[in-house]
């Protein structure tokens, strides 16, 4: 059997010895590393024999630390491998038989080499039995992927300050959003304008307002258009009632300007911007930098991550890493067939910004 193996600086002792035992037994064995005694990262070492596995290099894999938990994580988390940490012969085999098991990890602290081969052995002689355990199994793989779509909302970081980043994507978003002349529309369908808002209020006083209560108030106001939120008629109607003082910006109801140099005032100054970066989508802008090469970009916070759209993706400079979405692909019926990756918080010049409306801080 061609086996995948790796360890890191804790687990290198019992890995060689592993190897030693495994080879002599007919296997062949691909060594991932960790090669030297040096301290290193379980995670690094998991993955690879991880991925060597789900990629079909490898049939099954070993993997080896201190304890067997955290080199377990570091393969478990790679798409299409149950990993398990053994220290014993029973477990072994029925990770094999009942769980269908491909990575089997081990503690070079919890057992010894003599147990270790005997472990090892067992899981590799054990082949699973199917039936109702696939049943289970296909159970598993579809929490897991479920589980790995963003939900309704994120925390993320600009600096050193924590905001919270809307997903407009998730499917949880079931809340009504309807104003004539659409009925039967959601947050999900046409909220963009909604979490925008939410999201610039949060940036300039930290309060943190709910999309559906904003939706809640879009709806009274007059601010739900026929293909989403209508700014002005949203903003004009935060003004009327007051909430602009109460939520720390002052909007001059200006209606959507293109005016760049007064957009980059208004960053500048601690403000932000509604606008579009696309027509049809609207997202909220939210600080400004020059770059070393002289490029005077703005940071856009985007609750449908459109840093993917062949229309914005070319004109992204950077992205923040912790606002990576996961999101659902769903058919027209519904059925969600696959999933897709965006960043929801990117830099962008300063001259893609179109029609925005700016809010000014107080």
């Not at 290099?57 to 570091?74: D, H, P, Q, V």
């Not at 998730?170 to 529309?185: A, D, I, K, L, R």
Request: glycine share 12%; hydrophobic share 35%.
């Amino acid at each position: 059997m061609k086996l995948a193996i790796s360890c890191d600086h804790r687990g290198l002792l019992l890995k060689e010895a592993l190897i030693d035992h495994l080879r002599a037994e007919g296997h062949v064995l691909i060594d991932y590393g960790t090669y030297t005694p040096d301290s290193t990262d379980y995670p690094i070492y998991g993955e690879k024999v991880g991925r060597a596995v789900a990629e079909g290099e490898c049939e099954l894999g070993i993997a080896i630390c201190g304890t067997g938990f955290g080199i377990s994580l570091g393969a478990g988390a790679v798409p299409g491998i149950r990993a398990v940490c053994c220290s014993d012969i029973y477990t072994a085999a029925f990770a094999r038989r009942h769980n269908n098991a491909n990575v089997l990890a081990m503690g070079r602290d919890v057992v010894g080499e003599k147990l270790a081969f005997m472990i090892t052995d067992t899981f590799l002689s054990s082949t699973f039995e199917g039936g109702r355990h696939s049943r289970r199994l296909e159970m598993v793989e579809r929490l897991r992927r479920t589980a790995a779509v963003t939900g309704k909302k994120i925390a993320v970081h600009v600096g050193d300050r924590e905001l919270t980043l809307y997903n407009q994507r998730s499917v949880q978003w079931t809340y009504p959003y309807e104003y004539p002349p659409c009925p039967g529309g959601t947050l999900k369908s046409s909220g963009c304008g909604v979490f925008s808002l939410c999201q610039a209020v949060e940036f300039m006083s930290g309060q943190r307002v709910t999309p559906e209560e904003m939706a809640d108030f879009s709806c009274r106001v007059g601010g739900r258009g026929d293909d989403g939120t209508d700014r002005p008629a949203l903003l004009k109607g935060v003004v009327d009632n007051g909430l602009d003082k109460q939520y720390g910006f002052r909007y001059d109801l200006e209606g959507n300007i293109n005016d760049h140099e007064r957009l980059w005032e208004c960053l500048s100054g601690g403000g932000s911007a509604l606008c579009n970066l696309r027509v049809g989508h609207i997202v909220a802008l939210v600080s400004c930098r020059v770059t070393p090469e002289g490029e005077r970009q703005v940071l856009a916070m985007d609750c449908h991550s459109e840093s993917a759209d062949e229309r914005v993706r070319d004109h992204v400079r950077e992205v923040i890493p912790d606002s990576l979405i996961t999101y659902p692909m769903l058919n027209t019926s519904g059925l969600m067939t696959g999933s897709s990756q965006a960043y929801g918080l990117y830099w962008v010049p300063l001259e893609l910004p179109r029609d925005f409306n700016l809010l000014r801080h107080l």
